[in-house]
């Protein structure tokens, strides 16, 4: 596809700073929480303090005898809830549904009082008695693989058993190409339950005029949120409105509906005032999401000069007890690297845990933790720089479905990466690379993340005091959306950006993608441009009637630029002011309306992807057992990148993440109640300020035609696919201490 040709390409490709910048920094940005009615009541949910059993006896009575409490909702109580058909959700079980208890923390009540302390000092004082099972929180291993025919008494080997798995992808035979390698590496690679801890808190705040619902919530998708909460109420989603104009972040967690959200819409329907719920820290740890534990067990078998010749990526996924949530581990194995031979398969682990959930890049990024740590180890064996095994191993096209790449530049990603870090320097022996007292470790690893598209759909108006404005039921969690979109129009108009309006995060915009799965720009973008046009061509056609500037003349041949309306190809034309062509009409504005589509039929012809290198320099003093990483760079080959600070930002943030991933992050359960024992953020311990190493984050400039006409992929995710791999092949080449079980901890390396 042909390079568009913007009418004011500046506006494309620069730094720009976030256009809401102001209001978020100085207060004036309203989060879900920050919703307030007269009347309002606020809710309070009590929580199972087993994993697994049922409710043998609730008392509400002295609950509800206190000042201020206006119901104590629950199971014998509530209205009626129902299951969404359609839609996204990964806890599908309405809340209150009846008294079996499948995890910790499961809501059993909802106090609903005049204040949150009336509210709060009400939920301590419910009784709730139960009936307790032993509950399994163990961590997946390969014993929960089924047994062959499903019979899972039935003792077998490893082998029997991953033969056993559901089939992802497969070429060739990578069992038989594994046993005849001359170089193998069998290795098993786990990862933890990680918890989000986004810093704005779930929360809903729900108005019920007896009719139609009004829901302010912490959401990623406004519109999958709305559709779902209608089925589950009962009504048509004419009458649900969701708005979420700012996210305080979700990376994921925020993506589908949880419990909180329905019991706060079902309260002020019960009720008829409105309701808030602001659920805890400690509650986001049992019934908001997690990314799952996985177990992966790597098999590589290559020849002496480092061509794979297999690969074999079996892995399981943690999942609650009732819902199927799986972490997609082996999403970016098949296309990685070229091997004639190579089996992806999977299993779920079901556990007595809250439904797990997408956590910033699911799947891929503990896939490629697997992945690239077995090609670190891979290039030990053979005494081959880690590099050059990878770039011996460049496909020419995705050997996964067999379909040419749309655009792939990860070699030039390990190359430029390389030089920018200096490893050309790089020592292979183990613990040789020294700055004073301390060890140095460097460790490369790849990325890659799926492109994605949804269907959206932009309504874009200029007016005529020369502003524009674009809408769209989409939503900035962010992450930049808001920015971005003015960018467009103005790179169409010529409209300066501070003189665009962007209004996202409300259903009764036209529908709009979830922000998720790196999708959003690469979704809405096609459809701004094309809205934006539209609009610009109503103008046009105005300009050349009767009483225009351009009677006489073609619509055609005329154009927006600079804000004025002109003749497209005379660059002499300084044009009339669209202000001035729409006064002299008598007209207020004109707009128009794009839509886009989700691109399923260009993904059954091209592999779709971004992707990447991450150089890690880790540095190791033993006197004092500290590990730290010292330096990052990343190279990223994700399109065309529309605004170079809000996308190094991502980077950069996700490279932060991946730091908490490989050195800090881990939720740890209670086998006895099944309760998570670190959920607070004083335990539950995350990168800081303290921990970020030097960065140094670039983009290849190859924007993906064949994509969209901008050119542009998703680059949320992919900081954080590859860089625990990174950072555990650099503590390997300082220490000599293999790490295949996240987070690194101290205690093995001494």
Known sequence: ????????????????????????????????????????????????????????????????????????????????????????????????????????????????????????????????????LTPDVSPPGPDDMPAPGGDENTR??????????????????????????????????????????????????????????????????????????????????ENVRVISHYLGSGFGGKLWPWPHSLLAAAAARQ???????????????????????????????????????????????????????????????????????????????RRHVGAPTSMRGPGAVPGMFALESAMDELAVALRVDPVQLRLRNEPQYDEGNGLPFSSRHLCECLQQGAERFGWQRRRPE???????????????????????????????????????????????????????????????TGIPIDRIQIGLGDTQLPPGPVSGGSAATASVAPAALEAARKAVRSACELAVKAQGPYAGKSAEDLTVRNGCVCVAHDQADRGVPLADVLRTLGVAGVSGQGHAGSGRALKKQYSINSYGAHFVEVAWHAATAR????????????????????????????????????????????????????????????ATHADVPQMDVSFLDY???IWNEVGARGIGEIGLAGIAAAITNAVYHATGVRVRDLPVRIEDLL
């Open 1 to 132: 596809m042909d390079q568009p040709r913007f009418v004011h390409p500046e506006a494309i490709g620069r730094s720009y700073a976030r256009i809401e910048g102001p209001l978020k920094v100085s207060g004036a940005a309203r989060y879900a929480a920050d919703f307030a009615f007269p009347d309002m009541l606020y809710a309070v949910p009590v929580c199972a303090t087993i994993a697994h059993g049922r409710i043998a006896a609730l008392h509400a009575q002295d609950a509800a005898a206190m000042p201020g409490v206006h119901e104590v909702i629950h199971h014998g109580n509530r209205l009626p809830l129902y299951r969404a058909a359609s839609g996204s959700i990964d806890e599908a079980r309405p809340p209150l549904d009846d008294d079996t208890i499948h995890y910790y923390g499961q809501y059993v009540a909802l106090v609903v009082a005049d204040t949150l302390e009336q509210a709060q000092a009400a939920a301590r004082v419910v009784r709730v008695s139960y009936e307790a």
């Open 271 to 349: 009720l008829g005032r409105p309701v808030k719920v602001v659920i805890s820290r400690a509650m986001t740890f049992h019934s908001a999401g997690h990314r799952p534990f996985t177990w992966q067990h790597m098999r590589l078998g290559a020849t002496r000069d480092g061509k794979l010749i297999s690969l074999q990526h079996d892995y399981l996924s943690q999942a609650s007890i009732l819902d199927n949530y799986r972490e997609r581990c082996g999403e970016a194995t098949p296309r990685m690297y070229s091997t004639p031979n190579l089996k992806v398969a999977w299993g779920l682990a």
């Open 703 to 705: 924007p993906d035609y």
């Open 430 to 492: 183990v613990g040789a690379m020294r700055d004073g007292d301390e060890v140095l470790g460097w460790g490369v690893a790849a990325c890659s993340w799926l492109g994605l598209r949804m269907s959206a759909n932009v309504s874009v108006s200029l007016h005529a005091d020369g502003s524009a404005r674009l809408v769209c039921a989409t939503q900035d969690i962010g992450t930049g959306t808001y920015t971005v979109l003015a960018q467009l129009v103005s790179a169409e």
């Open 627 to 686: 590990l730290r990483v010292k330096r990052v760079v990343t190279v990223i080959d994700g399109g065309r990148i529309l605004n170079l600070r809000t996308g190094r930002n991502q980077i950069e943030g996700a490279i932060v993440m991946g730091v908490g991933m490989a050195m800090l992050e881990q939720t740890h359960y209670d086998h006895r109640s099944g309760a998570p024992v670190n959920s607070n953020l004083a335990d539950y311990i995350m």
């Open 156 to 237: 077998s080997s490893e082998d029997e058993r991953a033969r056993s798995l559901t089939l992802e992808s497969e070429r060739g035979d990578a069992p038989s190409a594994y046993a005849q390698a001359p170089v193998r590496i069998d290795t098993v690679y786990t990862t933890p339950v990680e918890t989000h801890n986004s810093m704005e808190l779930h929360a809903c705040v729900a108005a019920f005029d007896g009719q139609a619902y009004t829901l302010y919530e912490a959401t990623q998708g406004v519109v999958n949120h709305r559709d779902v909460m209608a089925q589950m109420l009962g009504t048509d989603k």
